[in-house]
């Protein structure tokens, strides 16, 4: 034993093999992390302080794009478009991923075909998506919803050209791709509960009110935090959603923040101007995130 | 071993910056002493579209054999934002087309050359364009780039709803008050078609705005004019029309494909357009349609009349091979190919045979599209006050002009309210 020890602490004076060999099998992904995220992140923290058109020379400007940001009215209104999307739209898709996982968790017929179809608008991309809703919302005699509430006796619902219903119909088509996506999420997470908890409630008596608030949500806390914020954060970059469904409009009630970074950016030739928005949204995603974290780990069951 | 492995790290980052820092040392064509010559050559266009970009490629490569293009396309939506990017990685096409929209964006800040030591080089004659086109492409006196599709933004007029509606079509110097009227009389008409409809741009309201007197800017392009009595006034009209009904709730948030999809499904009676949507619209079975000018009033001249840029890269490393095919492009050789396919309407002023190839024989609709077009370009066609930061203007206004349409706030109060923000972007872009 005396013997190994001395060996080991012989060792420890230089690097051992095998922490050598796990650096340069790790060094191709450093590589890859410092050269395209570390670095343009950096790039993107400098460009905030220039003014830069693209295709021009970039001229140091100082705080002068934070200090416009501070009294531009447009990214205050898509911020408040972004906050309103992320914390409205994930609550409701993660209720209703659950219901729909405690329902395809049961044993009914066909329990696989509706999980399949349940699942298949999240395989489809957000542009597909829009383009697919933008003629079914359409508030004119061809828009296949309006036309199927009119037999309901409603009239048609502007769901697209009205500053009143454009994000609930942003947020209900965001709901309506991701929830077959969160209800796997969710499926995974009950059927990682051992079924000897609901045995043992059903010996006490516990109705399924109980068993759902007593059992069921607390121990599915740990796939509602992961879920909660990887929707979240997702949810603050939505960008192709409102691009092709509305085109951030009518009247900006629709303009996202990445959204307006992108006009700023690629559109209008204000790249300094969208680096330092790009800083500000980076800032608040990572709040919310350390946040969450937070309020996680205070929680522990 | 602290030392191996810093000395390990340190190599691999070299060999790796050395391989990916090797991509940026090829900047546009390259030229060689030894075969063709490569010209890279950057357009927007749809499947029809890129079909006669194509021959024209053939046809300029088998006169010039040491020259070779390679063509660059995207659609129209991301063409420019894609152009840039082009641009600020070194990778910038030699000749590019550029939207009039977006062409003094690009020229102010050096992605276009010169061509004035081009064409007198080669003595290539500049008159074939028609004036208010090269006024587009000058700048400070000299050319910057050729005009391609010079052309008129039309109103459509569907026959077919005209005819069923039983409302005539009205004359070619028609006013806005004969638009509204029409506009009024389809909602009335019990015949379930709008009057009128186009996607929010301030191109579309234009006409409205200078049929009154008004404009977007100044006569120096300094100062921002639509808040003044006669630029709302024109807004104003086609948000009443909006708030009447005349025109679908949906068009304040519509593209321009879903205009075409009702215009051809008889949803709606009119539209603004371009030569693009004359394609679109031809394509349609049993599409009959005309192409008109746009409404006027107190001023006549109010059809939007633009080109577009053909440009030379001032990073390109091939430019006399570039400027070679630019020449065949926007010549005739070019403009005849063009023509045939009717991808735009004849614009050159020296060759009186191509109106003939482009109707082609056929008495298709829009049947009066040569007479209208010539009218428009000699009687009822306005120029646009384009100027560096145009493309952020426009983008700005049209939620403004959303809001307006929607009763919001009247064209008075939202041009009163948001003038010291367009005031800004004037400045900030023309300082």
């Known amino acids: 034993m005396s013997q190994k020890t001395y060996q080991i602490s012989n060792r420890t004076k230089g690097l051992k093999p095998e922490y050598i060999a796990a650096m340069l099998f790790l060094l191709p992904n450093i590589i890859g992390f410092a050269i395209f995220t570390l ?11 220039m003014d830069w058109g693209l295709i021009n020379q970039a001229s140091f400007v100082g705080v002068a794009n934070y200090q416009e940001i501070l009294h531009d ?21 993660l209720i209703l991923s659950l219901l729909l996982a405690i329902l395809l968790n049961k044993k009914i017929h066909g329990r696989n075909f509706f999980r399949t179809i349940s699942f298949l608008p999240s395989v489809c991309s957000s542009v597909s998506v829009a383009i697919i809703w933008k003629p079914l919302l359409e508030s004119t005699k061809n828009g296949l919803v309006n036309h199927f509430l009119s037999y309901l006796g409603i009239s048609a619902i502007p769901f697209l050209s009205s500053t009143l219903w454009s994000m609930p119909s942003v947020i209900g088509v965001g709901i309506w791709k991701e929830l077959g996506f969160f209800m796997i999420i969710y499926l995974a997470g009950l059927q990682g509960i051992p079924s000897m908890y609901y045995e043992a409630a059903e010996i006490d008596g516990a109705n399924a009110k109980v068993k759902f608030f007593h059992i069921t949500l607390p121990l599915i806390a740990p796939t509602t935090f992961f879920a909660f914020v990887t929707s979240l954060i997702g949810s603050f970059q939505i960008f192709d959603l409102t691009s092709v469904l509305t085109d951030g409009g009518p009247a900006n009630s629709t303009n996202t923040l990445v959204m307006y970074i992108y006009q700023n950016g690629f559109k209008w030739f204000r790249m300094g101007y969208a680096s330092a928005l790009a800083l500000i949204l980076f800032i608040i995603i990572f709040i919310v995130t350390i946040t969450q974290n937070q309020i996680s780990n205070n929680n522990a069951y | 071993m602290k030392k191996v492995l810093c000395v390990l790290s340190m190599a691999l980052l070299f060999v790796s910056g050395g391989v990916f820092a090797n991509g940026t040392s090829e900047a546009t064509s390259e030229k060689t002493d030894q075969g063709p010559i490569t010209v890279k050559y950057a357009f927007w ?52 087309r550029i939207d009039s929209y977006n062409f003094a964006d690009f020229m102010t800040r050096g992605a276009c050359q010169n061509l004035d030591q081009y064409i007198e080089k080669t003595n290539f004659d500049m008159n074939i364009y028609p004036v208010a086109a090269i006024n587009e492409a000058t700048v400070d006196g000299s050319v910057y780039a050729l005009p391609w599709a010079t052309a008129p933004l039309y109103t459509f007029l569907n026959i077919n709803a005209f005819e069923k509606a039983g409302i005539d079509l009205p004359p070619l110097d028609w006013t806005v008050d004969d638009f509204v009227k029409i506009c009024h009389e389809f909602k009335e008409s019990g015949t379930d078609c709008y009057g009128y409809s186009s996607a929010v741009f301030i191109e579309f309201f234009l006409p409205f705005i200078w049929a009154n007197g008004g404009n977007l800017l100044s006569a120096d392009k300094k100062t921002f004019t639509l808040d003044s009595d006669e630029a709302c006034k024109g807004i104003q009209t086609i948000a009443d029309l909006y708030q009447d009904g005349c025109i679908p709730k949906d068009t304040v948030s519509i593209s321009e494909d879903t205009i075409t999809r009702w215009f051809t499904n008889g949803s709606i009676a009119m539209r603004f357009g371009s030569l693009v949507d004359v394609i679109s619209t031809q394509k349609v079975e049993g599409s009959k349609f005309e192409v008109w000018t746009m409404p006027s009033g107190i001023v006549k001249n109010t059809t939007v009349y633009k080109s577009n840029e053909i440009c030379l890269s001032k990073d390109s490393q091939v430019k006399d091979a570039a400027w070679e095919f630019m ?42 599209i040569k007479n209208v077009t010539g009218q428009i370009a000699t009687t009822y066609g306005h120029g646009l006050s384009l100027v560096k930061g145009y493309s952020e203007l426009r983008d700005s206004l049209t939620p403004i002009f959303q809001k307006i349409m929607m009763g919001d706030m009247t064209a008075k ?8 923000k367009f005031q800004n972007i004037i400045d900030r872009n023309n300082k």
């Open chain 2, 327 to 368: 020449k065949f492009l926007r010549g005739n050789e070019g403009e005849r190919l063009y023509v045939k396919a009717k991808r735009i309407s004849p614009s050159l002023l020296n060759d009186d045979t191509l109106w003939p190839l482009y109707l082609g024989g056929n008495d298709g609709y829009p049947k009066q």
């Open chain 1, 73 to 93: 009215s447009i990214f205050w209104i898509s911020l408040k478009n972004t906050v309103l999307y992320s914390f409205v739209k994930v609550p409701i898709n």
């Open chain 1, 39 to 49: 670095w343009p992140m950096i790039y993107s923290l400098l460009l905030g302080f």
């Open chain 2, 413 to 420: 109060e939202a041009m009163a309210q948001n003038k010291a």
């Open chain 2, 45 to 96: 266009g749809n499947p029809d579209a890129i079909g006669v970009e194509n021959e024209i490629i053939d046809e300029f490569e088998k006169t010039h054999p040491n020259i070779q293009i390679e063509p660059i396309v995207s659609a129209y939506e991301d063409y420019h934002e894609k152009l840039m990017t082009m641009i600020a990685g070194n990778m910038a096409p030699d000749v590019m």
